[in-house]
């Protein structure tokens, strides 16, 4: 992830630069008193905990609008070489974006009011995870607990993730009626053995060590070493990509457990390398296993259109440059949410809560390629995200 960044003028953003404004101790980067970033500087080394832990550290708009301009800032500054990025409270790094707020907004702006949130999160949401992936700076995150969605895209990207027992990592955008965004065109792709379309297209979530093993975590250590990592990492001297790796294996425990999913990997890497969700769920038939048959069941819950949408994605995402995939990702944001399923999905899963969603259209072969095909066209009006 070496392409370079796109700076857009951080007047776009409404957070507050704290450039030599920065003691030793946590300050708030918005004037209000209980900030959703917080930031501890130690000389070069900047601490950043995401800081609604009753949210489980879910990102929105005014936590991305605080966060970007400093870490551009730190990009560009001979004074950092440093950042670390954790989650506040026990339970969680980042559970997602705010999709229930871009729903309602996209809703509000149909019904003639002034609302662009829909549009803004996404857009500077995706700046922000470009800029992560392409950081001049180490950059390490602390994923000790739950890491799903929007998540990934502010860990996942980073150079370094230190995962533990308690993570649980997953990206489930298809039971939501959307798609694995946040960059997972890149990184899902990449993944060895067809296991990022598997974690695509099923949600599979990925417990504990799972995350290192599967390749979306760099490190594992056990959570009740992440606080002395924390010191030993601000504590150093001569801050290098070598260096820092160093550190973090110095508390990798001598036997890290094993992969939930091996003995299943090769069933994965037959079934999920097929050409269509089809010739998936075909290859899965012909397994017949009972694991098989789990996957197909799980599949069947999805939203078709997220399912056949996802396919393209990780597919197409396998040869594309870092930057451009996150102009796919965006227009396909701005079509799901001038679709159905998405909104279905929010009201299933967030609001009525009874996980019994309705897609239009209810099967796969309902959803027309030239509706797949609209979704990867370019947004009119030249409003497809560049960087």
Not at 125 to 132: A, G, K, R, S, V
Request: proline share 3%; charged share 25%; net charge neutral.
């Amino acid at each position: 992830m070496t392409s370079s960044v796109r700076h857009l003028p951080s007047s776009l953003f409404r957070g507050l630069h704290a450039k030599g404004f920065c003691q030793k101790m946590s300050f708030s980067l918005s004037a209000s008193a209980k900030s959703e970033i917080l930031v501890d500087c130690h000389g070069s080394k900047k601490v950043v905990t995401l800081n609604r832990p009753k949210a489980l550290n879910a990102l929105n708009l005014n936590m991305v609008r605080e966060f970007y301009p400093q870490l551009k800032d730190w990009n560009t500054s001979s004074d950092v070489d440093l950042v670390i990025l954790k989650g506040g409270g026990e339970k969680a790094f980042c559970a997602g974006g705010d999709v229930l707020a871009v729903s309602r907004s996209y809703k509000d702006s149909q019904e003639g009011k002034d609302c662009t949130m829909h549009k803004d999160f996404f857009r500077e949401e995706y700046i922000l995870n470009h800029l992560i992936g392409t950081l001049n700076k180490q950059y390490v995150c602390l994923i000790d607990g739950i890491v799903m969605g929007g998540g990934c895209g502010l860990s996942v990207n980073g150079r370094f993730r230190v995962a533990t027992e308690k993570t649980m990592l997953a990206m489930p955008e298809t039971a939501l009626g959307l798609f694995p965004d946040v960059g997972g065109s890149y990184f899902l792709s990449r993944l060895k053995g067809n296991l990022g379309m598997y974690l695509a297209l099923t949600g599979y979530r990925l417990l504990g060590a799972d995350a290192f093993h599967a390749g979306l975590a760099t490190h594992f250590v056990p959570s009740a070493e992440i606080g002395n990592l924390e010191k030993k990492l601000v504590e150093m001297k001569d801050v290098n990509e070598n260096s820092v790796d160093e550190v973090i294996r110095s508390f990798e425990p001598e036997k890290i457990p094993e992969f939930s999913l091996s003995k299943h990997l090769s069933q994965i890497r037959d079934a999920f390398g097929a050409k269509s969700v089809e010739e998936i769920l075909s290859h899965l038939e012909e397994d017949g296993s009972e694991w098989a048959q789990k996957q197909a069941k799980t599949l069947g819950k999805m939203s078709p259109t997220s399912l056949k949408i996802t396919h393209r994605q990780i597919t197409e995402g396998s040869t594309m440059s870092y930057a451009k995939i996150f102009t796919m990702e965006y227009r396909l944001t701005q079509r799901f949410l001038a679709d159905k399923d998405f909104h279905e999905g929010c009201r299933a899963i967030l609001i009525d809560k009874d996980r019994n969603p309705k897609w239009n259209p209810s099967t796969l072969a309902e959803v027309k390629n030239s509706v797949i095909q609209e979704y990867f066209s370019p947004l009119p009006n030249n409003t497809d995200l560049k960087l």
